[in-house]
């Protein structure tokens, strides 16, 4: 599959490729506590040479498809992307973050998932959008369940988190759902 970068645009959100000038603003949230513990990587010592070396690997992977998150009036909040793409199976991985709580609970992030889920259906033709949460980011799981995600299953107690495990829910959406919310 050949990359065409474009810039996908939201109701409240335009998404577009991620810049090397965009690196410092990332790490600063990718090491910071309130925002690491609800993703499933680890980034709390990462350095900027080590997240150069991510978008180049981005950039040249046929299997992510990474976006910045801005909002209208250009400001950079967050990243979001599909990840892990399988091109025989047609499915992939959602990922995204906010990185800053004052952009929160604002419907930033529901519009990035749901011009995402348009982009993966309606571009690059996926059949199905697969997502790991954990049991307890209550938030991101309300606004996946907005864009018409299903609770398909738990990895019982597969994540480590403040002294104790936690379940890891299973969400997905299939690309008859998306076409049946979005048409
Ligand atoms: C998860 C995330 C992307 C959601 O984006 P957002 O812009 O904050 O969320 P939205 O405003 O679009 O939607 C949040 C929804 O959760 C609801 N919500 C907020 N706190 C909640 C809570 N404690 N319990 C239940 N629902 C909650 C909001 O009311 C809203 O629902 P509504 O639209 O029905 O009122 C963002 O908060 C984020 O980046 N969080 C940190 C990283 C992260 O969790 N990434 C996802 C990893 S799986």
Redesign the pocket.
Known sequence: MVRSFRVLKGKKVKLRDVHKDDLPICLKWLRDKR?TK??DFDTLNINLKQEIRWLKNIHNSPNDYVFAIEKKDGKYI?NTGLHKINWRDKNCML????GELE?????????SIRTMLRYAVDKLKLHKIN????EY????I??YE?CGFKREGLLKEGHYYNGRYWDVIVMGILDRDVKMIFD
């Open positions: 925002v609800y993703l967050g990922g995204i973050f906010i952009h929160w609970d604002k419907g930033y992030g529901t519009d997502l790991h949460v954990y980011n209550l938030r991101a309300r606004a907005n």
